[in-house]
Each structure stands twice: as C-alpha cells, then as structure tokens.
C-alpha cells in the first residue's frame, strides 16, 4: 500500500542556492520540505516510502531531468507536480501536461512559487492519493 506524507513537499533542484531558497519559502508556509539535488536522487525518492505529497522540481538536472524522473519512477509513484524552468518552451509545456505537471518559468517570485503550490494542493487534493494513469494529463474538478 503506498502511503503518502501529508504535508511532505520535495523540492527536485541541481542549484544549491536556488534550491534552499525554495524550500525555505515553502517551510515559512508550514510545508515539511524534503531536497534532493539531481535527477537521479529525484527517481531514488519516488521510489521509496513515504511518497511526498507535492513536488517541485526543476527541468534540467544531472543524469536526469525532472519529468524523466516522474515518468519512470511509473504511474504508481506519480504526486503533484510543479515544474520550474528557464526553458519553458511549448515542447516543454506539452511534455509537463503530459506528465500531469504544471509549469512556472524562471526567474520566479518565491510568493508566487508558493502561492501556485497551495493552489495546487488545494485543487488537485481529490486526486492526489490516486495513481496517475502516465498518459494524460490530470483533469481538476470544475468549480
């Protein structure tokens, strides 16, 4: 059975300073903020238990980039998602649709950054304990 931790949020980014920026933001809003600094540490996380309940995580990283990562880590490991790039072109956005991600494009605002976060959680949590099916991207409930 997977379990996932309630206010868990991975922050997926290879810039040091970038990466503690953004999980200082989002533990200032009360989120527990676990980091990891490469693709490949992104996929190891998924893997394992507990599942974060959000990710964040930056396009092009070490060994892989953060939607690989997602993509192979399967459609049972699959959790929110926020994809931060400097790259979002509309190649970019369809692969993050794809995978069932939103994008914010670099260079972002920390309250924005944060603000997208609890919009997310907040629209997508009917769904975020359901396995996303790693074909389509995910629908949110109409108002």
Not at 81 to 110: C, N, Q, S, W
Not at 124 to 129: E, G, I, R, S, Y
């Amino acid at each position: 059975m997977l379990t996932q931790s309630p206010l868990s949020i991975l922050v997926a980014e290879d810039d040091p300073e970038l990466r503690r920026l953004v999980s200082a933001a989002l533990r200032e809003k009360g989120h527990d903020v676990e980091e990891v600094a490469s693709g490949a540490s992104l996929l190891e996380r998924l893997r394992s238990e507990p599942l974060p309940r959000f990710l964040v995580t930056d396009l092009r990283m070490p060994w892989l980039d953060g939607l690989e990562a997602l993509r192979a880590a399967g459609p049972t490991r699959w959790v929110p998602t926020l994809l931060i790039t400097a790259f979002p072109a509309p190649d970019v956005i369809g692969r993050a649709l794809e995978a069932g991600a939103e994008v914010l494009a670099k260079p972002f605002d920390l309250d924005e950054l944060c603000g997208r976060v609890s919009e997310m959680l907040r629209e997508l949590d009917p769904f975020a304990t359901m396995a996303h099916d790693g074909y389509g991207p995910i629908r949110r409930r109409g108002p």
